[in-house]
């Protein structure tokens, strides 16, 4: 409140902060997904390999378990978590379905350039019930898709490949010069990572999916260089109040 | 990987366009771009299949009627007798040696002309030449040595040795560890589905071949052309899996493409099987295939679908085809029908979450976040990759560099490090925090907590009130009195020889665990909400700003909100701030000044004296126009 002895003075500019880009994107999203009644979880960024990669379906053979992939630390004892999915299994280990979880956080791969970092940002979810399937999976995909931009933004859906879900799929937007952007990968969760997670595959099916904050931060903002996020410029950092 | 669309479309009955054959290749996951007729394609690491032109082909049959019998040598092959001796065949279960000796070699014609002439691969020799190409189309690599330097006796061994040898690469290559080659003599003469040595290589003189075609395990093959730095396309292929039953026809293909090319005088062939490969089947379930799905296919539209991709249905059972070793279960024929069908054109049907929503508990982090940003300071996030170390931090096996190679134990240094560059950009009032996980490790046990960092120097803010007082710590700790409520903490004064820039004000940092920060800030109401649209970036500015102060004079009180509207109101393109930083009243001698510093700065160059008066004598104008408010001493 203003003092009397105030009122003659100068309004007093009170300077906030700001929120960083980045964490400002991943509550955006995390709060949309809690609103449809996902559950947030988290876990840790130094992670087994079995938690990392075995337990979600990625062989021994797959390039991302090469050192020129994952940082591995104390003599391969341990790695990195390359995204957030071993929340998930850690989550699915110590709940029964029907599940609905996200987690989000950092993840590292060993990329260094332009448009990739060793260190960004993941959220991603799952559904783990009776009955789950790729239409309700392409629905959930258009609701996320709808909030992140507008309604009227156009998407496709193509196949790809990730070891913890078959079908697999790369969801893009059409962005307004007519370039299609990747924005997520999703899937049906491959049985084998159900049932690595004790979960009765026969009766229960999931959905996922992963977004890569820093593109999603990107696109919303019309930051072009990556890096410009890490480098705690102060004039970068105070547009963002 | 690179594919002509000429070898494609030549191949396909109804001669689709090119960006027909685009669209259907994204329908089946296929990333690509095309320049100059060539589509440059970019597989997901389960497709090793279609690595080639006839893995492409394999895959557009679900749209098109294909031909993908190209033609294959007739003539008759006579035993070739050499002493070979496979002593890892738990590695390379399949091999055969292809002799072939020709009379000479004429100017490339048909396949191999093209090839070369569209899709401007470098040349080597004749043999070397026609096995690209061969694995250019047909997805295998080979190997060709010239027969008068391989000579008869050679074996396939894993050594765990040290081995140099030169690469036909003109690379001299020392493997360590465990590495599957060929050896002659006790030496390395190939790393097994990566690369051969020089010396038994062929040359432009080589007459007489011996084509080495096999079937490596790809967990031989990972890694080592990384581990030794060898670009090899065969590797690529071995890596994800090459088709363990195609050696018969590949070799055949191959002499066919000798014989286009000149005269064969005679063909050789060892082969080494010894492993059967076995069927692989998958019960059809349609039901299971919809429940995946979500949609309403009956039998006969899935049986049509994967058939086309070269999948026999028998008995109810799904027999895939032996190039498809990314095909395991009714999940995977799931994924292929869908691919067929499009991804787009699977019907949406409403997702929502049946059972009860949990809410989330007030997370204390949230709270801490608030608390700071309500008083001025601003969130950083920074890499966890540091040089400092202790004997209890972790360290990176395979670091980015050795400047990166621990993870840090705290947040300190990293904030000292945004402090400094802000600093070295003319900032003069900084304020930060970052909240991350820290590790440490002690007998292999790792520790992970949650870290509050945050550091300060310089004004305490930008008001009249503030402008000229430096950030203490009695200032800090009353500004985060809601923080630090219960706790008896002290920030440290972090010395200047720690921090390279030229400023000299005192800086304070402190560093907590997120869980030793009170509870009782749970209850904290935040001042401002964080925003709900998102701003567009502007790029920042690489150019020095200019600072210009002017000291004000009002007659009258109430000409005080008039001067701070006008302030407020003035904007132009290079006028980057604008704020009272100074306030002075006496009420006896009716004196009121008020200190005004505008900040000017360009994105486009460095600002001169010249740019800057041009708009300050405007705002200058338009305040003076005001009766009642004057600049003192202004000429």
Not at chain 1, 136 to 162: A, C, E, G
Not at chain 1, 189 to 200: A, E, K, M, S, Y
Not at chain 2, 268 to 276: M, R
Request: charged share 25%; glycine share 4%.
């Amino acid at each position: 409140m203003t003092s009397s002895k105030e009122i003659n003075l100068p309004k007093k500019i009170v300077e906030f902060g700001a929120h960083h880009p980045i964490n400002q994107t991943k509550d955006f999203i995390v709060s949309f997904l809690e609103s449809l009644g996902f559950e947030i979880v988290d876990g840790p960024e130094i992670e087994t390999e079995e938690f990392n990669f075995d337990m979600l379906n990625i062989k021994k053979t797959h390039p991302a378990r090469q050192m020129h992939d994952t940082f591995y630390v104390n003599n391969k004892f341990s790695v990195l978590r390359t995204h957030t999915s071993p929340v998930q299994v850690r989550s699915m280990l110590e709940n029964k379905p029907p599940i609905a979880f996200i987690s989000g956080g950092k993840v590292y791969r060993k990329d260094d350039d332009a448009t990739h970092l060793p260190m960004f940002h993941q959220v991603e979810g799952i559904y783990v019930s009776e009955d789950v399937n790729f239409s309700h999976l392409k629905d959930l995909i258009y609701k996320i898709i709808h909030h992140l931009f507008d309604n009227t933004v156009q998407l496709r859906f193509r196949p790809s490949y990730f070891p913890f879900t078959e079908p697999s799929a790369e969801v893009d937007i059409l962005s307004k010069d007519g370039k299609w952007l990747e924005i997520l990968g999703c899937g049906i969760v491959n049985p084998i990572v159900l049932d690595n997670c004790n979960i009765d595959s026969s009766k229960f099916s999931g959905l996922a999916f992963g977004l890569g904050v820093e593109r999603i931060a990107m696109l919303k903002y019309g930051v072009n260089d990556i890096r410009e996020f890490y480098k705690s410029n102060l004039d970068f950092l105070s547009q963002f109040k | 990987m690179k594919f002509l669309y000429d070898s494609i479309v030549r191949r396909i009955l109804s001669k689709p366009s090119i960006s027909e054959i685009s669209d259907k290749l994204f329908q089946l996951g296929h990333e690509h771009e095309i320049n100059d007729g060539v589509f440059e394609m970019e597989f997901t690491p389960n497709r090793g299949d279609c690595l080639s032109v006839i893995g492409i082909l394999r895959d557009l049959r679900a749209f098109y009627e294909v031909d993908i019998n190209f033609d294959t040598y007739d003539g008759e092959i006579d035993n070739l007798k050499i002493d070979f001796q496979n002593k890892a065949k738990h590695a390379c279960n399949t091999i055969s040696f292809l002799k072939v000796e020709i009379e000479d070699d004429r100017p490339y014609c048909g396949v191999l002309k093209n090839y070369f002439d569209e899709m401007d691969v470098n040349k080597n020799n004749f043999f070397t030449d026609i096995s690209n190409y061969i694995s250019y189309e047909t997805g295998q690599p080979t190997h060709c040595y010239d027969e008068k330097t391989l000579g008869r006796v050679f074996s396939l061994d894993i050594v765990n040795d040290d081995h140099s040898f030169l690469s036909l690469l003109d690379k001299e290559i020392t493997i360590t560890g465990s590495n599957l080659v060929f050896l002659k003599k006790g030496k390395v003469i190939n790393l097994a589905g990566v690369i051969g040595d020089k010396r038994t290589s062929c040359t432009s003189n080589t007459k007489s071949v011996i084509i080495e075609c096999a079937h490596f395990l790809p967990e031989e093959i990972i890694g080592k052309s990384v581990q030794y730095d060898i670009k090899s396309d065969a590797a690529h292929k071995f890596e994800r899996g090459v088709d363990p039953l195609c050696h018969e026809y590949v070799l055949k293909r191959f002499l066919k493409v000798v014989e286009e090319n000149s005269t064969i005088k005679n063909v050789q062939l060892f082969s080494e099987n010894n492993n059967q490969v076995k069927e692989h089947l998958i019960p059809l379930n349609v039901n299971t295939i919809n429940k995946i799905l979500g949609t309403e296919l009956q039998e006969k539209e899935c049986i049509s679908y994967i058939s086309k991709l070269g999948f026999v249905i028998e008995g109810g059972l799904i027999k895939t085809p032996s190039y498809r070793n990314d095909i395991k279960t009714l999940n995977d024929i799931a994924e292929e029908i869908a691919r067929i069908i499009g991804y787009d054109n699977i019907p949406l049907s409403t997702f929502s979450i049946p059972f009860n929503k949990k809410t989330r508990p007030c997370i204390k982090e949230d709270k801490i976040r608030s608390i700071l940003i309500d008083n001025g300071f601003y969130e950083v996030i920074n890499n966890p990759f540091v040089v400092d170390n202790t004997s209890t931090s972790i360290h990176v096996d395979n670091p980015l560099d050795s400047n990166r190679a621990f993870i840090r134990e705290s947040l300190m240094n990293s904030l000292i490090k945004n402090l400094e560059s802000n600093e070295k950009r003319q900032k003069d009032s900084i304020k930060f925090f970052e909240i991350a996980n820290v590790h440490s490790c002690s007998n292999n046990n790792i520790s992970i907590k949650k870290s509050l960092c945050l550091i300060a120097g310089g004004r305490e803010g930008k008001n009249y009130n503030e402008f000229s007082k430096n950030i203490t710590q009695d200032y800090l700790k009353e500004l985060l009195y809601e923080l630090l409520l219960e706790n008896d903490v002290n920030f440290i004064e972090i010395s200047r020889e720690n921090i390279s820039s030229k400023s000299k004000y005192p800086v304070f940092a402190l560093e907590i665990l997120i869980d030793d920060v009170s509870d009782s800030i749970k209850e904290y109401k935040p001042i401002f909400p964080k925003p709900i649209k998102f701003k567009q970036y502007k790029q920042i500015s690489l150019y020095p700003s200019i600072n210009r102060d002017i000291s004000f004079s009002i007659d009258r009180i109430e000409l005080l909100d008039i001067l701070q509207d006008l302030i407020i109101s003035c904007k132009y393109e290079i006028l980057k701030d604008k704020f009272i930083f100074d306030f002075f009243e006496n009420k006896k001698l009716n004196i009121i000044k008020v200190g005004v510093r505008f900040i000017f700065q360009d994105s486009l160059k460095t600002l001169t004296d010249n740019d800057v008066d041009e708009v300050l004598r405007e705002i200058i104008t338009k305040f003076l126009e005001i009766d009642g408010i004057q600049i003192p001493g202004l000429k």
